[in-house]
């Protein structure tokens, strides 16, 4: 698939089959994080993988918002640098390149960003001077999302002309 058709039809995805994704398939989702550009080439992030059905379970507990990722066939905990401003973009990046890559390989991805912080230091042993940034979950999705449209804004609401205010046409 082309890079722009990953782009449009990319769907978030929180309920997976209980079918395994191929080592192939996840070596390539954590080389295309590798591969990701950080900002004056820092390469500070770090990446945790978790596949156990009870590590998975504990990303449910150090979660507000992530108990589907119990589901998922496997998991990243996303590590970045705050000393560094634009740790948090960094990882947005990394994000969507792992995301992407899964998806043209038939993998569908969510994320979660309620992390109860503490525990999940706890539990994973990150150390302090690391932040879990985002936690992303992959799987095959329950159901087929061929032809399924995204919900967006049109460009005229969203892009102005050399000023704010000035509509694109």
């Not at 998975?56 to 560094?84: C, H, M, Q, R």
């Not at 990150?126 to 329950?142: A, H, K």
């Not at 159901?143 to 967006?152: A, D, F, V």
Request: glycine fraction near 8%; hydrophobic fraction near 40%.
């Amino acid at each position: 698939m082309d890079a722009f058709e990953c782009i449009a039809t990319k769907l978030e995805v929180r309920e997976f089959r209980a079918q395994d994704i191929s080592s192939e398939i996840r070596s390539k989702i954590l080389e295309a994080a590798r591969l990701t550009g950080t900002d004056m080439n820092t390469q500070h992030w770090q990446f945790i993988l978790v596949e156990e059905r009870d590590n998975l379970k504990k990303l449910v507990e150090d979660s507000t918002n992530g108990s589907w990722i119990a589901g998922a066939n496997f998991a990243v905990i996303v590590l970045t640098n705050p000393k560094y401003g634009f740790h948090l973009i960094d990882a947005g990046r990394v994000l969507q390149n792992m995301q992407l890559t899964a998806w043209n390989e038939g993998v569908g991805s969510g994320l979660f960003t309620g992390i109860k912080e503490e525990k999940l230091r706890n539990d994973f042993q990150i150390p302090n001077e690391l932040t879990p940034s985002v936690i992303i979950g992959f799987g095959y999705p329950v159901s087929s999302l061929t032809g399924k449209r995204k919900n967006r804004l049109s460009l005229h609401e969203l892009v102005y002309y050399e000023k704010y205010g000035n509509s694109i046409g």
